[in-house]
């Protein structure tokens, strides 16, 4: 969506004169606004802090069962990996959703700045080099997207070191001997 497009939507002036009114109760908005920024913040923060110790914990229990020997059958192995797969892929797919709302959430926070009388979040967001320039500030979703990938290949590999063996075994069965 176009820049004034956008404004049109977000600034609707005819139901306010431009008055002291108007600047008071955008700062109020703005205000409000930047607290429910604060809050899908947390919420983010919160639903990492869940996969990583939900990954942490199964694979935990996974390196323990594989230690001790106890017996697992192949398949609990194959089920874990493959289950924590699909965990990790809806991880990630979580990060992307909250990184492109909080990009939404301060794209509005910069256009209602430019109706108040200082841009401290654009001002900050153009010292850091818009996030283009790693030696000033690397985004934080760039590094927590790449987490729940790293978590696959760990999954990957529990799954793939029962997987193997099992499809050695039936594949003969399945196929028939080879001639």
């Given at each position: ?17 431009i ?59 194959i ?78 590999f ?22």
């Open positions: 969506m176009k820049k004034d497009e956008l404004e049109k939507i977000l600034f609707n002036q005819s139901s306010f004169s008055s002291e009114d108007y600047y008071k109760y955008l700062f109020e908005q703005y205000k409000l606004y930047i607290e429910s920024a604060e809050k899908i913040s947390d919420r983010r923060q919160k639903s990492n802090e869940f996969f990583l110790a939900l990954n942490t914990a199964i694979l935990t229990v996974v390196g323990f069962a594989i230690g001790k020997g106890d017996g697992f059958p192949p398949f609990f192995y089920l874990i990996g493959s289950g924590g797969i699909i965990i990790c892929y809806f991880w990630y797919r979580i990060v992307r959703s909250y990184k492109g709302l909080n990009g939404g959430k301060f794209d509005v926070i910069h256009m209602i700045e430019t109706k108040l009388p200082l841009s401290l979040y654009n001002s900050e967001w153009e010292i850091l080099g818009r996030g283009n320039d790693k030696n000033k500030y690397w985004p934080f979703s760039h590094i927590e997207l790449n987490i729940p990938w790293i978590f696959i290949v760990f999954h990957s529990v799954l793939l070191k029962f997987l193997i063996p099992v499809l050695i075994v039936i594949y003969p069965i399945l196929m028939g001997p080879i001639k």
